[in-house]
């Protein structure tokens, strides 16, 4: 035998192992058929017997290779299903059949020989109480007994391939059809990616002849993901988290490690803020806007404590804000379940009925001051993210941020942004390294998958945004977008980026940006979108030869004025303390934060954000 990390076991494997359930049978048509004919002897209906040949001519197309038909095989295991067994193998040449085995332990649950009807609905209601995995019916099984035999049975699959006693040749695909029951084939399932009894609790059962197809993946695992869609999965009953699972079995290279994440381990995201150098309000005019992201964050902390110290609650802590919420997860199961049909990997638009449900959660179930109006808006926002991603599990998750709410620096992106990393790491969506302690950047694709969530976390709060704020505070690089004709902007976008190879270069570079900067604080004069108090921090700035213009928000917003690199300390602290003389706040930040990172720690760091 092969030790479990040989590569010569991988010659042997099957492509693929396909579960099907048996078709529709006289039994499934007429429950007091059970009364008095034995499980075992009860045939299929004529619809079952063409639900099993369609289901043959189907699997033979996933099975063959169009380039060389002759390269595969595939070998049936089943039990109590003769007849399916039979209708399904009239689709396959004969001589790509290179086996047949008839497997006891993958028979259908046992009930308990003859069936009453009457009692056996009462039975069922009470199994539905119980629960379904742990219910042992009277004289029959439970569905544990059932993942015990089936256990046996996966134990006994890997010897054979082991021993080869499939007879494989390895130049050609194997493909191992089991034609089973829904429970076994379930359950199946359930021990080979290792699932919870709660999420197989979630789990549909097949449809007479449905079948799964597990695949293996690039680095040698197996995955459903491979050969069905995330929509496929997630009306079979996969959560968000195990649908992340099979994709990174889809995908992981060969060798990687999926570890699922601690139960005490803490994931951390941050977003950084943005300014607009240039063009914030010719973009509706076709111009040219210059965004850059600050090193100014928001932070998202979540945590699932392991039970039972942690109540049955989804708890959200607003802690610049001072504020709490916490939703039981039954409640939030009852109010949100009809309404949110989503999977991690598909970013989807938040409808009005869902948005109005979840402000009812928010708004009728909690108090939140006259004064804090936006608090509401971020509230509906987490309700959302978390369980289109994360599904309705219980957690804690903990804001900060450096950034001022209101000012144009792009604090409900930074949000929006940093809570939908955290919700995506910790779901398994994004590939990262559970043992770093460091922040760690996102690839290209995971960007994307985060900004589209935060893009429709934004949405939320401010019904049509350009988009330029999130995108800005998800990605690490200075960004250009709105590519249109403005001059002032291009000629400030193309100035930003040219290298300074010396400090005679950094300082001519630097005059020209103030000079950009000046003239387009004129053109927002000119345009009506400046305002007195702008103008007196302007002025201000000005006393001192900084150059500046106001950034984000009409009106108010932010003022961004540069510190040239060569400024003295002294300069900064007068013109910070002649300001906060007038009644304004002050904050110094670089350009260019570093976008969305994701950092994991121990639970203790939860509240040290």
Not at 29 to 43: A, E, G
Not at 274 to 283: M, Q, T
Not at 330 to 342: G, Q, V, W
């Amino acid at each position: 035998m092969f030790e479990p990390n040989d590569p010569n076991r991988s010659k042997f494997l099957p492509k693929r192992i396909i579960l099907v359930r048996h078709g529709e049978s006289e039994g499934n048509l007429d429950n007091s058929t059970y009364t008095t004919i034995p499980d075992h002897q009860i045939t299929l209906t004529p619809q079952g017997i063409s639900q099993a040949r369609h289901a043959g001519t189907q699997i033979q197309r996933v099975v063959s290779n169009e380039k060389d038909k002759d390269n595969w095989r595939v070998y049936f295991c089943w039990n109590m299903t003769r007849s399916s067994l039979r209708e399904i193998a009239k689709a396959f040449p004969r001589k790509s059949v290179i086996g047949v085995r008839e497997e006891c332990r993958i028979r259908e649950q046992d009930f308990g020989n003859f069936q009453v009807t009457e009692r056996m609905k009462d039975i069922k209601e009470s199994r539905q109480k119980f629960g379904r995995f742990f219910y042992r019916f009277p004289e029959g099984e439970s569905a544990a007994d059932v993942y015990d035999r089936v256990s046996t049975f996966l134990e006994s699959l890997w010897r054979d391939i082991d021993m080869n006693r499939f007879n494989h040749d390895p130049s050609k695909d194997l493909n191992l059809i089991i034609v089973s029951h829904g429970l076994a084939s379930r359950v199946f399932l359930m021990k080979w990616f290792k699932w919870t009894v709660e999420q197989f609790e979630y789990l549909h059962n097949f449809s007479n002849c449905e079948y799964r197809v597990m695949q293996l993946g690039v680095g040698g695992e197996y995955s459903l993901a491979v050969h069905h869609s995330d929509e496929e999965m997630q009306e079979w009953g996969l959560s968000p988290e195990m649908i992340a699972g099979q994709k990174w079995r889809a995908h992981a290279e060969k060798g990687a490690s999926m570890e699922k994440l601690p139960w005490d381990m803490e994931v951390i995201a941050r977003a950084p803020g943005k300014i607009i150098l240039s063009g914030e309000h010719a973009v509706v005019y076709g111009s040219t806007a210059v965004a850059a992201a600050i090193d100014l964050y928001t932070y998202v902390s979540l945590t699932y404590p392991p039970p039972p110290h942690s109540p049955d609650a989804l708890i959200l802590h607003l802690k610049d804000a001072g504020l709490e919420f916490s939703w039981p997860i039954n409640r939030l199961k009852e109010a949100l379940s009809p309404t949110i049909n989503t999977t991690a990997s598909s970013p989807t638009s938040c409808s009005a009925e869902t948005i109005k449900v979840i402000t009812t959660l928010v708004l009728k179930e909690h108090t939140i001051p006259d004064s804090r109006t936006e608090i509401a808006a971020a509230v509906v926002v987490f309700l959302w993210l978390y369980t289109s991603i994360q599904g309705t599990k219980p957690a804690r998750v903990v804001v900060s941020s450096e950034l001022p709410l209101g000012s144009g620096l792009g604090s409900s992106a930074a949000y929006c942004v940093s809570m939908s990393g955290a919700l995506l790491a910790s779901s398994g969506s994004l590939y990262l390294d559970f043992n770093s302690e460091d922040w760690l950047s996102l690839g290209e694709n995971e960007q994307k998958l985060a900004n589209e969530w935060a893009f429709e976390g934004e949405k939320i709060i401010h019904g049509n945004p350009s988009g330029i704020d999130n995108t800005v505070s998800t990605l690490d690089t200075m960004t250009s977008v709105f590519a249109a004709v403005d001059n002032i902007s291009n000629e400030l976008a193309s100035t930003v980026q040219l290298c300074s190879s010396n400090d005679l270069d950094v300082v001519e570079k630097e005059k020209k940006v103030e000079e950009l900067m000046e003239m387009n604080q004129g053109l927002l004069q000119c345009m009506g979108v400046s305002h007195a108090s702008i103008e007196t921090v302007i002025s201000t700035t000005h006393k001192y030869k900084l150059s500046s213009k106001l950034t984000g928000a009409d009106g108010g917003g932010c003022v961004i004025t540069l510190l040239p690199a060569l400024l003295s300390a002294s300069v900064v602290d007068a013109v910070t303390a002649e300001l906060e003389q007038c009644g304004f706040q002050s904050y110094i930040a670089g350009i260019g934060g570093k976008g969305l990172e994701i950092r994991f720690g121990g639970v203790h760091d939860i509240f040290s954000i």
